[in-house]
């Protein structure tokens, strides 16, 4: 049967891609200081096992899991340990972080280390890997990836969906890896294939991308049952639960996870990032990171060692034009303003975007005028014009009850189209804050 | 390697918004201001159907509604453009000898009491330019159904534009014209199909040239500042509807392509029924939401006592809009699905 490769509603902002798309991939030179937040992923933030004075090598570990959803953080760089305290995070506040000194003139040689040889692993012994070597997901949520790996035995998985949709504006990371590293993602792919113990995967791909669709297509190896998927363009298609319908057709029910559906998804950048694990042994201490908007001089794709600082990224780029307004970690549709250039590259972190007044300024707001475009554009099918008059007084659990809060994912179309500039985005990630917040207080009392 | 100086401004400089920080070129105003220029051309085949009273009694209008919402409306928002378009429209569905006076008042009554009333924009359940033409209709019935001839010379005022309130009703020297509508309903006539399109009738100052409002509204639909199911949805019912009547009688009941084309009909289902506020949101609210204005338009012309009846179908079919937004919201993704994702069944 025939079926459109895409999801309902979204939106189509313009994609900027252009800045990036054709740009090799460099890698940054090492900075003199290095910051690694132990809270890098979602879940349980890692636990330092090193002190002030201590010496590391590259990839040597920092900080280990603290449980199950949790991973380890490992040095990317060599140098000397000089505080363990805190510092700013990407996210905005300040968090616990392990600061060491880069040695100067270092050759950067990691310790000789064993590589494991897939082939003789079983699938727990892949995903132990996969843990150990601090993998979260690249794509932005930073969930673990070992987690993903490990579905309850109700839940048979059929497919493993790679997303290389990338439907973030600017942002050319997961496009510039599959173009230049398809042969990585392929083994990465089939390691995961492994490791899921599925015989199905899929990469889906925008279409704006044809070169790496191309070149994907081209490099698949023979005996693979996988296939690339040209997607349709459209925001937010690389939202999970998007991609899913896109591909499969069918529906996460509300509340529920992909595998539900038997489906797990994994980014083309965590895919590579595993690959690599399996082709150096070496853990997740650097990854690709767009640098990019027109606040930016030179607009480029690096690999930069995670730790670096968000200054040190943006001067090694030829620093900010004079008229920048903002400074973006993410993408711009779901990506945080950075109050402060001096956190860190966390693991998480898909691109940095200069944005200029054009773009990020102070906008009026104006009255709701009923206008129904953010109900167009809403993905999830929801009313953002009801769920945001009830946020406006504050009517938090009635947004939950009679406008299905929860199923909101905060990608922003809704935002992006209202002409009245209402933040509605804003207003539910606040609404389900305070919620969770005051679920919380419940438990505790 | 550098060929200037790196630099990145210190942090007070850059702003801090929440995500998404990118966002489409529309605007409040700037749709606002769109529907006012699209009418642009509909005010000039009116001041070219009627001459300078034309453009007293939309200027007439049009202060009305603005000098209430400056007085008491939020500060500013005359700024993003809704009194005016409130203000044009009202003068549009007003004749052309209406006396200044009372136009004034419209305005001032559909923003005061159609809009400001309920908290401003996007909070008023009717539209306010039809509140306005209610109100004249019950205060003033004679001089709104006063039509002056389009065989006038274009430099005469078309009627008692400049009484004042409270002057005696000494009847002023014109000529006046039916509407093909009261024509029809009080004399059983019909006029043809290209007077009809082309605006060479009697009637209200915008409510002549079909042809014209339907190609402003196209530019509005295509910019996706007007949902364009609404007038289709109107249409498609009043045609549907009529052309039943037509084939039952053919003597008693116009046919379809009269009561589409005269009247109101063109200016409320393109202007007044999409009025963005006080239309439904989803797409099947629209689509009801337009059949019930159809069906009604056709029901009172036919069977009311009034020849015309797109502004009462209108402003009834608003009191309805919030019980259509509750009972025709989709289903929300991934509610209500099977097991596996399968999309349930319609
Ligand atoms: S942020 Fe939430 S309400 Fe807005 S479009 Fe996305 S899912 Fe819908
Ligand atoms: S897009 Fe904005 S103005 Fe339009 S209905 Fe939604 S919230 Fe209201």
Redesign the pocket.
């Known amino acids: 049967m025939w079926r459109k490769l895409t999801f309902s509603h979204g939106v189509h902002p313009p994609e900027h891609k252009e800045l990036t798309n054709q740009v090799p991939i460099r890698r940054m030179p090492f900075p003199d200081e290095i910051v690694l937040p132990v809270r890098q992923h979602a879940g349980r933030p890692a636990k330092p096992i090193v002190k002030p004075g201590d010496w590391v090598e590259r990839g040597d570990k920092v900080a280990e899991a603290d449980g199950f959803v949790s991973v380890p953080i490992h040095s990317s760089a060599a140098g000397r340990v000089v505080e363990v305290g805190w510092w700013p995070h990407p996210d905005g506040t300040m968090a616990e972080a392990i600061m060491i000194q880069v040695e100067k003139y270092s050759p950067q040689i990691p310790r000789p280390r064993q590589i494991p040889r897939w082939e003789g692993l079983s699938p727990q012994e892949v995903v132990s890997w996969v843990q150990k070597g601090g993998v979260v997901g690249l794509g932005g949520a930073a969930f673990p990836t070992h987690v993903k790996l490990l579905p309850p035995k109700e839940f048979p998985i059929q497919l493993l969906l790679v997303n290389g949709a990338e439907c973030e504006p600017y942002l050319t990371t997961d496009h510039r890896t599959m173009v230049e590293f398809p042969h990585r993602v392929w083994f990465g792919v089939r390691i995961m294939m492994k490791a899921l113990q599925v015989q199905r995967a899929v990469i889906g791909v925008e279409k704006n991308k044809p070169d790496a669709i191309e070149i994907l297509s081209k490099t698949r190896p023979p005996d693979l049952n996988a296939e690339v998927i040209g997607l349709t363009v459209k925001y937010p298609q690389g939202a999970e639960k998007m991609l899913i319908k896109a591909v499969t057709g069918r529906e996460v029910p509300s509340g529920k996870l992909p595998m539900h559906v038997g489906v797990v998804v994994q980014n083309v950048g965590t895919i590579s990032c595993i690959a690599e694990i399996f082709e150096t042994g070496l853990p997740l201490i650097e990854r690709v990171v767009t640098v990019t908007g027109p606040g930016v001089r030179r607009p480029s794709n690096l690999i930069v060692p995670v730790g670096t600082k968000i200054r040190d990224v943006l001067e090694f780029c030829g620093g900010l034009t004079e008229d920048v307004t903002e400074v973006i970690t993410g993408g711009p549709m779901m990506g945080g303003a950075q109050p402060n250039l001096d956190a860190p590259v966390t693991k998480g972190i898909t691109g940095i975007v200069a944005l200029t007044r054009k773009e990020a300024r102070i906008r009026q707001v ?10 167009d ?1 809403c993905p999830m099918f929801l009313n ?2 009801l769920m ?2 009830l946020a406006q007084t504050a009517r938090y659990q009635e947004m939950a009850d009679r406008a299905h809060l929860w199923d909101c994912m905060l990608c922003g179309a ?1 935002s992006y ?6 933040p ?1 985005s804003q207003m539910f990630a606040l609404a389900k804050y305070q919620l969770s917040r005051l679920r919380k207080k419940e438990q505790a009392a | 390697m550098n060929d200037r100086p790196a630099s990145t401004p210190p942090e007070d400089r850059l702003l801090l918004t929440a995500a998404p920080h990118l966002k489409s070129p529309d605007s ?1 105003p700037k749709i606002m201001w769109n529907v006012v220029g699209s009418l642009v051309p509909i005010m000039g085949a009116a001041v070219y159907f009627f001459g300078p009273s034309a453009i007293v009694v939309l200027a007439a209008s049009t202060a009305g509604a603005l000098g209430v919402e400056w007085l008491f409306g939020p500060k500013g928002s005359l700024k993003d453009g809704s009194a005016a378009i409130t203000g044009i429209l009202l003068g549009l569905c007003l004749p052309a000898g209406f006396p200044l006076w009372m136009a004034f008042l419209g305005g001032a009554f559909g923003i005061g009491f159609g809009k400001l009333m309920f908290g401003g924009l ?1 909070q008023n359940p009717f539209n306010p330019a039809l509140v306005g033409r209610a109100f004249l209709q019950a205060a003033f019935p004679t001089a709104i159904t006063t039509w002056p001839s389009t065989e006038m010379e274009w430099a005469a005022w078309r009627g008692a534009n400049f009484t004042l309130p409270l002057q005696g009703g000494e009847a002023p020297d014109v000529v006046t014209a039916p509407t093909p509508l009261g024509l029809w309903k009080f004399e059983g006539e019909v006029t043809d199909l290209w007077s009809l399109m082309v605006g060479n009738t009697g009637g209200s100052l915008g409510e002549t040239a079909g042809v014209l409002i339907l190609l402003c509204g196209s530019y509005l639909a295509l910019r996706n500042y007007l949902n364009w199911r609404i007038p289709a949805g109107i249409f498609l019912t009043v045609f549907v509807f009529s052309e039943i009547l037509y084939l039952v009688d053919g003597a008693r009941f116009p046919p379809p392509f009269f009561m589409l084309f005269s009247g109101g009909l063109m200016l409320g289902a393109v202007y007044m029924a999409t009025d ?1 506020v006080t239309s439904p ?1 989803t797409h099947l609210g629209c689509w009801i939401f337009a059949a019930g204005i159809g069906i009604l338009v056709v029901l009172i012309r036919v069977w009311g006592g009034l020849p015309e009846g797109v502004m009462y179908a209108i402003l009834f079919m608003n009191a309805f809009v919030p019980f259509i937004n509750r009972a025709t919201q989709p289903r929300v993704f991934g509610h209500g699905v099977a097991k596996g994702g399968k999309e349930p069944k319609p």
């Open positions: 104006y009255p709701c005028i009923k206008c129904g475009h953010c109900l554009a953002p014009s945001g008059s809704c189209v209202c002409p009245s500039n209402i509605l | 409040t996007g963005m949101v």
